[in-house]
T-cell receptor
Framework: AQKITQTQPGMFVQEKEAVTLDCTYD???????LFWYKQPSSGEMIFLIY????DQQNATEGRYSLNFQKARKSANLVISASQLGDSAMYFC???????????????WGLGTSLAVNP | DGGITQSPKYLFRKEGQNVTLSCEQN?????MYWYRQDPGQGLRLIYY???????QKGDIAEGYSVSREKKESFPLTVTSAQKNPTAFYLC??????????????FGPGTRLTVL
Protein backbone atom coordinates (compact mmCIF):
# COMPACT_ATOMS: atom_id res chain seq x y z
CA ALA A 1 0.00 0.00 0.00
CA GLN A 2 1.21 3.50 -0.83
CA LYS A 3 2.39 5.37 2.23
CA ILE A 4 2.43 8.70 0.42
CA THR A 5 -0.31 9.50 -2.07
CA GLN A 6 -0.37 12.49 -4.38
CA THR A 7 -3.63 12.26 -6.28
CA GLN A 8 -3.02 15.07 -8.77
CA PRO A 9 -0.65 14.02 -11.58
CA GLY A 10 -0.88 17.50 -13.10
CA MET A 11 -2.15 20.92 -12.09
CA PHE A 12 -2.52 24.25 -13.83
CA VAL A 13 -2.65 27.62 -12.12
CA GLN A 14 -2.79 31.17 -13.35
CA GLU A 15 0.14 33.41 -12.46
CA LYS A 16 -0.41 35.30 -9.17
CA GLU A 17 -3.10 32.90 -7.99
CA ALA A 18 -2.77 30.43 -5.12
CA VAL A 19 -2.65 26.68 -5.67
CA THR A 20 -2.95 23.68 -3.34
CA LEU A 21 -1.12 20.43 -4.00
CA ASP A 22 -2.52 17.43 -2.18
CA CYS A 23 -0.65 14.86 -0.15
CA THR A 24 -2.04 12.14 2.09
CA TYR A 25 0.08 9.78 4.11
CA ASP A 26 -0.24 6.57 6.02
CA UNK A 27 1.73 5.69 9.13
CA UNK A 28 1.13 4.20 12.54
CA UNK A 29 4.24 5.84 13.96
CA UNK A 30 3.34 8.77 16.26
CA UNK A 31 6.60 10.51 15.38
CA UNK A 32 7.11 11.44 11.75
CA UNK A 33 8.10 14.30 9.53
CA LEU A 34 6.62 15.45 6.27
CA PHE A 35 8.63 17.20 3.59
CA TRP A 36 7.87 18.93 0.32
CA TYR A 37 10.42 19.19 -2.44
CA LYS A 38 10.39 20.98 -5.79
CA GLN A 39 12.06 19.47 -8.84
CA PRO A 40 12.40 21.83 -11.81
CA SER A 41 13.25 20.52 -15.26
CA SER A 42 16.96 20.75 -14.41
CA GLY A 43 16.48 17.81 -12.08
CA GLU A 44 17.76 19.08 -8.74
CA MET A 45 15.50 18.30 -5.79
CA ILE A 46 14.96 21.48 -3.80
CA PHE A 47 13.72 21.34 -0.20
CA LEU A 48 10.75 23.64 0.39
CA ILE A 49 9.11 23.03 3.74
CA TYR A 50 8.91 20.64 6.69
CA UNK A 51 6.12 19.71 9.11
CA UNK A 52 6.66 17.58 12.19
CA UNK A 53 3.94 15.36 13.57
CA UNK A 54 4.10 17.09 16.94
CA ASP A 55 4.17 20.62 15.58
CA GLN A 56 1.22 22.60 16.87
CA GLN A 57 1.16 25.09 14.04
CA ASN A 58 1.20 24.72 10.29
CA ALA A 59 4.61 25.31 8.77
CA THR A 60 5.22 28.36 6.59
CA GLU A 61 8.21 29.39 4.48
CA GLY A 62 7.74 32.52 2.44
CA ARG A 63 5.08 31.80 -0.21
CA TYR A 64 4.85 28.16 0.86
CA SER A 65 2.63 26.94 3.62
CA LEU A 66 1.55 23.52 4.71
CA ASN A 67 -2.07 22.73 5.50
CA PHE A 68 -1.50 19.95 8.03
CA GLN A 69 -4.59 18.00 9.06
CA LYS A 70 -3.30 15.25 11.31
CA ALA A 71 -6.58 13.44 11.87
CA ARG A 72 -7.13 13.21 8.13
CA LYS A 73 -3.47 12.36 7.53
CA SER A 74 -3.06 15.06 4.97
CA ALA A 75 -0.27 17.58 4.43
CA ASN A 76 -1.20 19.76 1.50
CA LEU A 77 1.22 22.32 0.12
CA VAL A 78 -0.17 25.77 -0.56
CA ILE A 79 1.73 28.09 -2.88
CA SER A 80 0.50 31.66 -2.76
CA ALA A 81 0.91 34.21 -5.55
CA SER A 82 2.20 31.69 -8.10
CA GLN A 83 5.10 32.69 -10.29
CA LEU A 84 6.24 31.32 -13.64
CA GLY A 85 9.30 29.89 -11.91
CA ASP A 86 7.06 27.71 -9.78
CA SER A 87 6.43 25.44 -12.78
CA ALA A 88 7.99 22.14 -11.72
CA MET A 89 7.33 18.72 -10.23
CA TYR A 90 6.46 18.75 -6.55
CA PHE A 91 7.07 15.78 -4.31
CA CYS A 92 5.71 15.00 -0.88
CA UNK A 93 7.85 12.75 1.32
CA UNK A 94 7.66 11.28 4.80
CA UNK A 95 10.22 10.11 7.25
CA UNK A 96 9.03 8.03 10.15
CA UNK A 97 10.59 8.16 13.57
CA UNK A 98 13.66 6.03 13.93
CA UNK A 99 13.13 2.39 14.76
CA UNK A 100 14.96 -0.74 13.80
CA UNK A 101 14.41 -1.50 10.17
CA UNK A 102 13.17 1.76 8.73
CA UNK A 103 16.69 2.65 7.54
CA UNK A 104 16.07 6.37 7.92
CA UNK A 105 14.73 6.63 4.41
CA UNK A 106 12.37 9.17 2.99
CA UNK A 107 9.21 7.64 1.54
CA TRP A 108 8.22 9.49 -1.60
CA GLY A 109 5.01 10.17 -3.46
CA LEU A 110 4.87 10.07 -7.25
CA GLY A 111 4.72 13.83 -7.56
CA THR A 112 2.46 16.50 -9.02
CA SER A 113 3.43 18.44 -12.11
CA LEU A 114 2.53 22.11 -11.72
CA ALA A 115 2.30 24.46 -14.68
CA VAL A 116 1.92 28.18 -14.06
CA ASN A 117 0.26 30.02 -16.93
CA PRO A 118 1.08 33.68 -17.66
CA ASP B 1 29.46 28.32 -0.88
CA GLY B 2 28.12 25.21 0.85
CA GLY B 3 26.43 22.51 -1.14
CA ILE B 4 26.46 19.14 -2.82
CA THR B 5 28.13 18.51 -6.14
CA GLN B 6 27.63 15.57 -8.43
CA SER B 7 29.64 14.76 -11.48
CA PRO B 8 29.28 14.23 -14.28
CA LYS B 9 25.88 15.70 -15.13
CA TYR B 10 25.43 13.30 -18.06
CA LEU B 11 27.07 9.92 -18.37
CA PHE B 12 26.95 7.36 -21.14
CA ARG B 13 28.02 3.80 -20.62
CA LYS B 14 28.26 0.72 -22.74
CA GLU B 15 26.57 -2.42 -21.53
CA GLY B 16 28.86 -4.53 -19.39
CA GLN B 17 30.92 -1.62 -18.08
CA ASN B 18 31.13 -0.42 -14.50
CA VAL B 19 30.81 3.31 -13.96
CA THR B 20 31.32 5.49 -10.88
CA LEU B 21 29.20 8.53 -10.04
CA SER B 22 30.78 11.18 -7.85
CA CYS B 23 29.11 12.95 -4.92
CA GLU B 24 30.85 15.53 -2.72
CA GLN B 25 29.43 17.73 0.02
CA ASN B 26 30.93 20.57 2.05
CA UNK B 27 28.01 20.99 4.44
CA UNK B 28 29.77 18.99 7.18
CA UNK B 29 26.86 16.54 7.12
CA UNK B 30 27.34 13.12 8.65
CA UNK B 31 24.83 11.21 6.52
CA MET B 32 24.80 10.74 2.78
CA TYR B 33 22.35 8.98 0.49
CA TRP B 34 22.01 7.73 -3.06
CA TYR B 35 18.62 7.65 -4.76
CA ARG B 36 17.48 6.51 -8.16
CA GLN B 37 14.63 8.21 -10.04
CA ASP B 38 12.87 6.67 -13.03
CA PRO B 39 10.32 8.54 -15.19
CA GLY B 40 6.96 8.90 -13.49
CA GLN B 41 8.21 7.51 -10.22
CA GLY B 42 9.30 8.81 -6.88
CA LEU B 43 12.80 8.36 -5.55
CA ARG B 44 14.06 4.98 -4.43
CA LEU B 45 16.90 4.59 -1.94
CA ILE B 46 19.95 2.68 -3.14
CA TYR B 47 22.44 3.09 -0.28
CA TYR B 48 22.96 5.37 2.67
CA UNK B 49 25.80 6.09 5.05
CA UNK B 50 25.47 7.56 8.54
CA UNK B 51 29.19 7.90 9.26
CA UNK B 52 32.54 7.40 7.61
CA UNK B 53 33.44 3.79 6.84
CA UNK B 54 29.88 2.62 7.33
CA UNK B 55 27.01 2.25 4.88
CA GLN B 56 23.74 0.37 4.63
CA LYS B 57 21.72 -1.04 1.75
CA GLY B 58 18.53 0.68 0.79
CA ASP B 59 15.59 -0.76 -1.09
CA ILE B 60 17.32 -1.38 -4.43
CA ALA B 61 21.02 -2.00 -3.68
CA GLU B 62 21.50 -4.94 -6.05
CA GLY B 63 23.97 -4.11 -8.81
CA TYR B 64 25.36 -1.07 -6.99
CA SER B 65 28.27 -0.51 -4.62
CA VAL B 66 29.45 2.44 -2.52
CA SER B 67 32.31 3.52 -0.31
CA ARG B 68 32.61 6.18 2.41
CA GLU B 69 36.26 6.77 3.10
CA LYS B 70 35.86 10.49 3.73
CA LYS B 71 33.05 12.44 5.34
CA GLU B 72 32.73 14.66 2.27
CA SER B 73 32.55 11.95 -0.37
CA PHE B 74 30.15 9.11 -1.17
CA PRO B 75 30.80 7.67 -4.66
CA LEU B 76 28.36 5.22 -6.23
CA THR B 77 29.49 2.50 -8.62
CA VAL B 78 26.94 1.10 -11.02
CA THR B 79 28.17 -2.36 -11.86
CA SER B 80 27.48 -4.53 -14.88
CA ALA B 81 25.24 -6.62 -12.62
CA GLN B 82 22.65 -3.82 -12.57
CA LYS B 83 20.15 -4.96 -15.18
CA ASN B 84 18.50 -1.66 -15.97
CA PRO B 85 20.86 1.15 -14.97
CA THR B 86 19.54 3.93 -17.21
CA ALA B 87 18.06 6.43 -14.76
CA PHE B 88 18.56 9.75 -12.98
CA TYR B 89 20.73 9.42 -9.87
CA LEU B 90 20.48 11.85 -6.98
CA CYS B 91 22.84 12.18 -4.06
CA UNK B 92 21.72 13.75 -0.79
CA UNK B 93 23.15 14.55 2.61
CA UNK B 94 21.78 15.39 6.04
CA UNK B 95 23.01 16.19 9.53
CA UNK B 96 21.75 12.82 10.72
CA UNK B 97 20.19 13.78 13.99
CA UNK B 98 18.53 10.39 14.05
CA UNK B 99 15.04 11.81 14.26
CA UNK B 100 12.27 12.43 11.82
CA UNK B 101 13.10 16.13 11.47
CA UNK B 102 16.39 15.46 9.71
CA UNK B 103 16.21 17.24 6.35
CA UNK B 104 17.96 15.84 3.31
CA UNK B 105 19.54 18.23 0.81
CA PHE B 106 20.20 17.13 -2.74
CA GLY B 107 22.80 17.57 -5.41
CA PRO B 108 21.99 18.40 -9.06
CA GLY B 109 21.92 14.75 -10.14
CA THR B 110 23.61 12.60 -12.77
CA ARG B 111 21.70 11.24 -15.73
CA LEU B 112 23.10 7.84 -16.70
CA THR B 113 22.33 6.31 -20.07
CA VAL B 114 23.41 2.81 -21.02
CA LEU B 115 23.94 2.42 -24.76
Amino acid sequence: AQKITQTQPGMFVQEKEAVTLDCTYDTSDPSYGLFWYKQPSSGEMIFLIYQGSYDQQNATEGRYSLNFQKARKSANLVISASQLGDSAMYFCAMREGYNAGNNRKLIWGLGTSLAVNP
Amino acid sequence: DGGITQSPKYLFRKEGQNVTLSCEQNLNHDAMYWYRQDPGQGLRLIYYSQIVNDFQKGDIAEGYSVSREKKESFPLTVTSAQKNPTAFYLCASSMERGISTDTQYFGPGTRLTVL
